[in-house]
């Protein structure tokens, strides 16, 4: 069996696009799978359109060989991937790890709608075509894979028959670090109350809220620094928002590192915070559970599915800067319930084996 993989990210591009079409083309070739990859990083110099056409050819080219095209989203690559299918007559999948049409319509607006509210109402020109794509896309796919049944009910909002819907969560391995917490610290020049969070410079990452409790945390926690990491457009504002506070020496904007980094960064910090208005499944967070750094995030889309509250992490209300603060605070002079939450985290992300995912996305391939 041969399989085309169209992502939009692939290593060294960091993200859960970029990790999944990695381990696929790892594993699958040891399951009797050929595997080739067709990254949009390719064409993405080429101006807007364009690029899309020349990924098209593309994708048409190497698809003559394969028995079944992958898209790893519904627009960008899953558009040219699944009209390269429709013309080469091969099987098309579709993994969906977000609504494109309500994250390109949350970028620009300046009131966040909850991917659940944006379901059943109208918008802009733009945002109705790219609504119709993914909806045209996932509805000639013979089979939509998604990574959380958060997921799967958005995708069924769509108009799009849930049997057709499969949820296999993403595959995780715990990363394995040989330098201690202590020497990871110096290392780092890490001191203090480190808090760390990560994500794209987006509006609803929340990365504006944490900086704005900032100030009040420090006259708790006078030692407490933030380190921000990722990249994206809201970035500059995040800065102008560090200088206005005079925050400089507290708040950290660290930019994208590399993945190693990254892991390296969450093994040295006190806690893990994610202020998300919207998550699938959260690849950082898995990594947070595993790295045995605890976690405050938000009662959102899949983070229910990976944290129960008090057990394996703390869950806030999104952009409750009231009770984010307050729950930053209480954890961070908390040394006994730190421990319970990592130990009962660092259990539960073993459920995320890449074994069972492969399985079942061997298994689905073949279908």
């Given at each position: 069996?041969r ?16 990790t999944?079409s ?9 399951r ?6 067709l990254s949009f ?5 080429l101006?807007?359109i364009?690029?899309?056409f020349?990924?098209?050819?593309k994708?048409l080219?190497l698809?003559?060989?394969a028995d079944?095209?992958f898209?790893?989203d519904?627009?960008?690559?899953g ?7 429709k013309i080469?007559r091969?099987?098309?999948?579709l993994?969906i790890v977000?609504?494109y049409a309500?994250e390109?319509y ?5 009131v966040?709608v909850?991917?659940e ?9 733009k945002t109705?075509?790219?609504?119709k794509?993914?909806?045209y896309?996932?509805?000639n796919?013979?089979q939509?894979?998604?990574?959380s049944?958060y997921?799967k009910?958005?995708?069924s909002k769509?108009?799009i ?6 949820v296999?969560?993403?595959a995780?391995?715990?990363?394995i670090?040989a330098?201690t917490?202590?020497?990871l610290r110096?290392n780092?020049n ?10 794209r410079?987006?509006a ?5 809220a944490?900086?704005?409790i900032?100030?009040e945390i ?6 407490a ?5 990722g990249?994206g457009?809201e970035?500059?504002?995040c800065?102008r928002q560090?200088?206005d506070?005079?925050?400089e020496?507290?708040?950290?904007l660290?930019g994208?590192?590399s993945?190693?980094d990254?892991l390296?960064?969450l ?9 998300t208005?919207?998550e699938g ?7 947070a559970?595993a790295?045995?750094?605890?976690i ?6 899949g983070n229910?599915?990976?944290i129960?509250n008090g057990?394996d992490?703390i869950?806030?209300e999104y952009?409750n800067?009231?009770?984010l603060?307050?729950k930053?605070i209480?954890l961070?002079?908390?040394q006994?319930l ?5 130990e009962n985290a660092?259990r ?10 492969l399985?079942e996305a061997?298994?689905t391939?073949?279908?």
């Amino acid at each position: 069996m041969r399989i085309l993989i169209c992502t939009g990210i692939y290593p060294p591009d960091i993200g859960g696009p970029a990790t999944y079409s990695k381990l696929l083309f790892d594993e699958l070739p040891k399951r009797g799978i050929e595997v080739k990859v067709l990254s949009f990083g390719e064409v993405r110099h080429l101006p807007k359109i364009i690029r899309h056409f020349a990924y098209f050819l593309k994708a048409l080219k190497l698809g003559r060989k394969a028995d079944v095209i992958f898209a790893q989203d519904p627009v960008s690559v899953g558009l040219p991937a699944m009209l390269a299918s429709k013309i080469l007559r091969k099987k098309f999948i579709l993994k969906i790890v977000g609504d494109y049409a309500w994250e390109q319509y949350s970028v620009k607006s300046d009131v966040f709608v909850t991917p659940e509210e944006f379901q059943g109402k109208k918008y802009d020109f733009k945002t109705e075509i790219r609504r119709k794509i993914q909806r045209y896309v996932a509805k000639n796919a013979k089979q939509i894979i998604v990574p959380s049944n958060y997921l799967k009910n958005i995708v069924s909002k769509w108009g799009i028959d849930g049997e057709k819907i499969k949820v296999i969560y993403n595959a995780f391995e715990a990363p394995i670090l040989a330098e201690t917490k202590e020497k990871l610290r110096k290392n780092l020049n890490l001191s203090g109350t480190v808090l760390i969070s990560a994500g794209r410079f987006v509006a609803w990452k929340g990365f504006d809220a944490l900086i704005e409790i900032m100030p009040e945390i420090l006259k708790v926690i006078p030692d407490a620094k933030l380190y921000i990491i990722g990249s994206g457009q809201e970035m500059a504002n995040c800065k102008r928002q560090i200088a206005d506070k005079k925050l400089e020496d507290s708040i950290f904007l660290l930019g994208q590192v590399s993945h190693n980094d990254m892991l390296k960064y969450l093994n040295a910090g006190d806690i893990f915070v994610l202020n998300t208005g919207y998550e699938g499944l959260s690849h950082i967070l898995l990594e947070a559970m595993a790295t045995e750094i605890p976690i405050i995030t938000t009662k959102v889309g899949g983070n229910i599915e990976l944290i129960e509250n008090g057990k394996d992490g703390i869950l806030v209300e999104y952009d409750n800067k009231e009770e984010l603060k307050k729950k930053i605070i209480e954890l961070a002079g908390n040394q006994t319930l730190k421990k319970e939450l990592t130990e009962n985290a660092k259990r539960k992300v073993a459920n995320f084996g890449k074994e069972k995912m492969l399985e079942e996305a061997v298994k689905t391939l073949r279908q």
